[in-house]
Structure formats: structure tokens, C-alpha cells
């Protein structure tokens, strides 16, 4: 049986949980937190998480993880048949992460940790990537109804674990509603989060809330972050 190793508040496990759950494949999860240490990074070469456990080892980074499970694993397909189409759904899903999560991560701690305030570059730079990246989303985003068109495809799994967060930094960081103009992603977000796993991530995910808060206000002490 597959293992997929992480927690329940990292965006990017999720990803690879729902994937799991919504092709109905088997798998355990294994609580596991990144850090530099010699056992972490025996599994996660940079400490990182999401790891997937198979019969022939480990695998990390996020996109990997999810071309493996889509090569190897039956159910539905969350790409789709045709090269071309394959190529634009893994488009959108690498310029959402690159473009959108990316820029917003910069903005976590103090706006969802409540740690110290993002360096002022930083946070400017941060917005004007987010602008960009928003646009773009609204230039090759479909919606009709999902991101790449009809079908769930990884660039919803991009989209629903990334989008939510960005659109939170902008609100309170920048008084911006990134999703002011794109009514079909708002729909989206809200189509997905009726959704029962989608439903049951977000409950592990804020039963665990607290005591990741914790862990990460204690890494933030420790480093002089908090």
C-alpha cells in the first residue's frame, strides 16, 4: 500500500491526499514534519514534505508525486488523454504553483502565524507577482466549470490548495480581492469545498491546526522569527 508522509496543514500534501481520495486508491497517511534531520532526510532529500512511500521507494516533490500516482493507479484521470491537452492542464498547475503559491508563501508566517512582519521588498514583491500571476490564471483559466475546462484535473488540485491562501495575503496584506473579477474561480473554490473529501481534508486539517500553530510559533522563537 502506497504512504503518503506529511501533515494535515501543508497545502501540498493535501494536493497528493485528494488526488489519492479522489481516484479511490488505497493508501496510509504517516505523519511527518520537514526539518534537516538525518532521519527526515532519509526520506525527503530536502526535508520537505510531501514524501509518497511505494514498493520501490521514495518520492518527493509535489508534481512527481503526482505524475507517479497518475502513471501507476487506476480510477479516474486526473489528466487528460490527449498530449496536447495533458501538456495544458500540467501548464496551468506549474504557473498556479509558480506563480500565485509562490509569491504568496513569502506572506505566510505573518499572516497566518502571526510571526514577524514580512521585509517591506519582499512584501512589494510579493504583490506585483501576485497581480501577474492572477492575471494570468484569469487569461488561461476556463472554469467551464473546473480550471482546464469539464474535467478535474491536477490543476485543481493546484488551483483549490494555492488560490485560497494567495487570496487571503492579498486581503490582508494588500486590501486586494484577487478573485473580485473572476466569478468563475470563486464558483469554483466553492464547487470543491462542497465536495466530501475535499470536506474531510479541511477537517483534518483544522483538528491539526492547533498543534501546528504551536510547532510553528516554537520554531519561530527559536530562530528569532517570532
Known sequence: MLKLYGFAA???????KLALMEKGVPFETVPFHGC???EILAVSPRGKVP?????HGFLSETDAIL????ETQGGVALLPADPFARAGVRALAKEIELYIELPARVCYV????????????????SERDLIKGFTALKQRGRFAPY????????????FLYSVDLAV???KQLFDVDFLADMPGARLLLERLGRTPNVQKIAADRLAEAPAFLARVQAVGRA????
Do not use: C, H, W
Open 10 to 16: 501543508s497545502n501540498y500534501f493535501n494536493m497528493v
Open 67 to 70: 505524475d507517479y500516482i497518475e
Open 147 to 158: 480550471v482546464a475546462g469539464e474535467q478535474f484535473t491536477v490543476a485543481d488540485l493546484y
Open 110 to 125: 505573518e499572516v497566518f502565524f502571526g510571526g514577524r512582519s514580512t521585509p517591506e521588498a519582499l512584501k512589494a514583491k
Open 51 to 55: 514524501v509518497l512511500e511505494t514498493d
Open 36 to 38: 534537516q534531520n538525518p
Open 223 to 226: 530562530t528569532g522569527q517570532a
Open 168 to 170: 487571503d495575503v492579498g
